[in-house]
């Protein structure tokens, strides 16, 4: 058994989708499981939907889009990946497959009474993931690549914290192993990526980009021979290309670099991805569909990282919030228990933090509601300062040069050092 998640830049396109569906005759697709994400910037423009529904619902008068257009912009453009893919039948059900995703949508906003907005975001948002598990899955049928759509809210059990769900473990690995044991009998099964089952039904999504970690569950479920991740890249570099022409690939890290390369904001894996496989010791491979013969990066137990590149992270949007005692007294256990169990309630990862005498500061990506809800909590408690548009820098395997490369002339707020990493918060 073998795992194999495909991102939203995998399939964005008519011409991508074949690309997977040659990916796996290319490689046996029996005996697997293939994870899906959203195509291309679906999420983003299903988050716009969700955004202009939410400013209505609330009388909020800075967004006055409409979100049925948007909605509508979301179908026509996945009518449009379904047109370029069939040259014969086959594409009209595909079509009424998605509008009938498209409708449920629609349905579920026109009907709702919550305003909770993780909880709409998540219902939505979601639906990117089934669109393309749909298409890709008609698409591959359509050759004679015979497979299963599963709907993973069947299978991946979270609670119900919305946009974070935490992943019941036990009764998600129960599920798994008894539904995909039958399913493969008859072809290799395709799922959703990023989406999981609250206890009352509803979908609670594992966080953005959430696609990698979905893979990993399964594979840790099935004791899966190895996860493949298929990206845009070649494998995994020491620093996003985009940025730096010159990133060099790795070809191998251990479980703990990946973990803490991923913890610290690299993107080419979502950061809860590592720890079950490691639990079961499941290789995770990155590899190009853009070169699919090409092997990739490999993480594993053994692997050899004795000459490591200086691993480049930066997060960008960054918002610093800073705690101070009302009565001026020395911030101590007490306060600090109380800022760490809001942010835990509000689910809002912390990036960085430094201590002094009467201050406690904290480094959070900008989650617009996430962060006013923790002031709003803290604020009798502490004085509460903030700062937006700010660049958070990582380095691990440090050296001097590109210490000073890539942080010289910058106005730097906060500097943290260990032997192994560097991190400078910095505006941007």
């Not at 990946?81 to 026109?110: C, H």
């Not at 840790?220 to 020491?238: C, P, Q």
């Not at 989650?367 to 509460?384: A, R, V, W, Y």
Request: aromatic letters at 10%; a neutral charge.
């Amino acid at each position: 058994m073998q795992v194999y998640k495909f991102g939203g830049a995998s399939v964005k396109d008519a011409e991508a989708v074949k690309n997977v569906a040659a990916i796996l005759q290319q490689n046996n697709f029996n005996e697997k499981v293939v994870v899906i994400s959203a195509m291309g910037k679906t999420t983003n423009a299903l988050e716009e939907v969700v955004n202009q529904y939410y400013a209505k619902l609330v009388g909020d008068n800075t967004n006055n889009g409409d979100w049925q257009q948007t909605m509508d912009g979301v179908f026509e453009k996945h009518v449009t990946i379904i047109n370029n893919l069939y040259s014969n039948g086959g594409k009209q059900k595909a079509i009424d497959d998605v509008r009938l995703i498209i409708e449920a949508a629609r349905k579920f906003l026109n009907e709702n009474k919550s305003r909770n907005y993780n909880y709409i975001y998540d219902q939505i948002v979601s639906i990117g993931e089934y669109i393309s598990t749909t298409i890709v899955s008609d698409y591959a049928n359509s050759l004679g690549l015979k497979n299963t759509l599963l709907d993973v809210k069947q299978v991946l059990f979270t609670d119900n914290a919305y946009t974070e769900g935490i992943v019941d473990f036990k009764k998600t690995e129960e599920a798994i192993q008894t539904k995909i044991s039958e399913l493969v009998k008859t072809g290799f099964v395709i799922t959703q990526g990023f989406v999981g089952s609250t206890p009352e039904g509803f979908v609670a999504t594992l966080g953005r980009e959430g696609s990698d970690y979905t893979a990993s569950i399964f594979a840790y479920s099935l004791n899966a021979e190895r996860v493949t991740v298929w990206k845009d890249v070649e494998g995994i570099m020491n620093a996003d290309p985009k940025e730096f022409p010159d990133a060099q690939f790795i070809s191998e890290l251990t479980f703990h670099e990946a973990i803490e390369m991923t913890y610290y904001g690299a993107s080419v894996i979502h950061p809860k991805t590592i720890k079950p496989i490691q639990n079961k010791n499941i290789p995770l491979e990155v590899r190009s569909f853009v070169n699919s013969a090409k092997r990739g990066s490999v993480i594993s137990a053994n692997a050899n990282t004795n000459f490591l590149p200086p691993i480049i992270i930066w997060k960008r949007g960054q918002v610093l919030l800073s705690f101070s005692a009302k009565d001026f007294s020395f911030i101590a256990e007490e306060h600090l228990s109380k800022v760490f169990a809001t942010f835990a309630e509000n689910r809002l990862h912390i990036n960085l933090m430094q201590n002094a005498a009467i201050s406690f500061s904290i480094t959070v990506d900008f989650k617009k509601e996430k962060i006013e809800n923790i002031i709003e909590q803290l604020t009798n408690d502490f004085s509460i300062t903030r700062n937006d548009n700010l660049s958070l820098l990582t380095i691990r395997h440090y050296n001097p040069g590109i210490i000073d490369k890539l942080t010289k002339d910058k106005d730097i707020l906060l500097r943290q050092i260990s032997r192994t990493t560097l991190q400078v918060l910095m505006r941007e």
